[in-house]
C-alpha cells in the first residue's frame, strides 16, 4: 500500500472471518469510497484494505488533508452499511482478538475472562491492539503480548 507510515488510521475488526465474496465486495466499496472520500471540499489521501480475513483498515495521510468529524462520520456510516449487507458487527469492542498457536480467534468478553482463567491465554499470548492511531504502530504495536497491550488492564 503506497501511503505514508504516519497516517493515519481507523481499524474495524469483524465478529467472525469473512468470506473471499465478502472481502471482494468490501474491498471494492473501500476503495470506491477512499477515491471520493472528502473533508471540507479537500480530496483525502486515503486507503482501505482488509487484514487476515476480518480486519477492515482506513488509513488517511492527514499531511495532505486531515480527516474531520463529518468525514469521519461518512467512513463510520459505510462502516454500518458493511454490517447491514454482510451481517456481521464492526464496534464490539469487546470482542478480544488473539492468536492462537499462530491461528487468529476471538472471544467475547466473558470467554476471554475464562480463557485467561483456564490458562489458555497468557501473559505471552498475541492480541490485536486495535486502538493504534498510526500506520506505524500498525507495523509495530499491533500485534502485542497481552501484558503489554490494554487488555491487560481490563482483565487484570
Not at 469521519?72 to 464492526?90: C, G, R
Not at 493504534?132 to 500498525?138: M, P, S
Request: proline share 1%; charged share 25%.
Amino acid at each position: 500500500m503506497d501511503i505514508s507510515e504516519n497516517s493515519r488510521i481507523w481499524i474495524y475488526q469483524s465478529d467472525r472471518i469473512l468470506s473471499t465474496h465478502e472481502q471482494i465486495e468490501i474491498q471494492k466499496k473501500l476503495n470506491d469510497f477512499t477515491a471520493q472520500w472528502l473533508a471540507h471540499g479537500n480530496q483525502l489521501t486515503a486507503a482501505g484494505e482488509i487484514r487476515n480475513d476480518r480486519f477492515i483498515i482506513l488509513s488517511v495521510d492527514e499531511h495532505q488533508a486531515g480527516a474531520t468529524g463529518c468525514s469521519i462520520d461518512k467512513s463510520v456510516n459505510l462502516m454500518k452499511e458493511f454490517e447491514q449487507a454482510f451481517q456481521i458487527n464492526l464496534f464490539d469492542r469487546f470482542n478480544i482478538t488473539y492468536r492462537d498457536n499462530g491461528i487468529i480467534k476471538s472471544a467475547n468478553r466473558e470467554e476471554f475472562e475464562n480463557l485467561i482463567r483456564s490458562g489458555v491465554v497468557t501473559d505471552d499470548t498475541i492480541v490485536f491492539n486495535n486502538l493504534v492511531e498510526t500506520r506505524k504502530q500498525l507495523a509495530s504495536h499491533w500485534e502485542i503480548p497481552l501484558h503489554q497491550s490494554w487488555h491487560a488492564r481490563v482483565f487484570s
